[in-house]
C-alpha cells in the first residue's frame, strides 16, 4: 500500500509541475507531451497495449492509439477520448466547472483515473492529462479540445 501511495504523491506533484510550465510557457502543451512520454513508457512497461486505453465505444481511436509516436500523438488521438469523456453537460467535471469548484492538478489526478476508468499502470497519463486540465482551467480546456480546435 505504501508503494501505490508513494505512486500516487509522485503523479500528482508532476500533475502539478505540468500544469505550472504549461502556465510559464503561455499555454504551450509542450511540458504534457514530455510527460505524457513517460506516462505512455512506465504504461507499456505494465504489458498492457495502449488501445486498450481507448473505451470500447470510441471507433477507430483503439487502432490509432497503436500508432501513436510520442506525446503529442498521443494526445491528438486521446485528447478526444478525455473530451467526450470529461466535456459533456451530464459529466462530473462539467458539474464541478458549474459549481465553481477551484481544482488543483494535484487533486484531479484521482478524478482522471476515475473518469476515465484507466488501470493504475496508466498514473502517469493521468497525470499529464491533469496538468492539462488544471492549467488551461476545465472550461477552457472543454472549449479547446473542442473538434474544430483540434489539430
Not at 38 to 59: D, K, N, T
Not at 76 to 90: A, M, S, W
Not at 109 to 121: N, Q
Request: glycine share 10%; charged share 15%.
Amino acid at each position: 500500500m505504501a508503494e501505490s501511495s508513494a505512486s500516487q504523491e509522485k503523479s500528482e506533484q508532476l500533475a502539478e509541475q505540468v500544469a505550472t510550465q504549461i502556465r510559464q510557457q503561455g499555454g504551450s502543451l509542450d511540458p504534457a507531451y514530455k510527460a505524457l512520454e513517460a506516462g505512455i513508457a512506465q504504461f507499456q512497461q505494465s504489458g498492457l497495449p495502449l488501445e486498450s486505453l481507448i473505451p470500447a465505444g470510441e471507433r477507430g481511436l483503439g487502432f490509432a492509439a497503436r500508432h501513436a509516436k510520442d506525446g503529442k500523438s498521443f494526445w491528438e488521438i486521446y485528447g478526444k477520448v478525455v473530451r467526450n469523456k470529461l466535456c459533456t453537460k451530464n459529466s462530473k467535471l462539467h458539474t464541478l466547472a458549474q459549481s465553481g469548484t477551484q481544482l488543483s492538478a494535484a487533486s484531479l489526478v484521482g478524478f482522471v483515473m476515475g473518469a476515465l476508468a484507466l488501470p493504475a499502470a496508466a498514473i502517469g497519463i493521468a497525470a499529464a492529462i491533469a496538468g492539462i486540465i488544471a492549467s488551461l482551467g476545465i472550461d477552457a480546456f472543454c472549449e479547446y479540445t473542442k473538434p474544430a480546435n483540434v489539430a
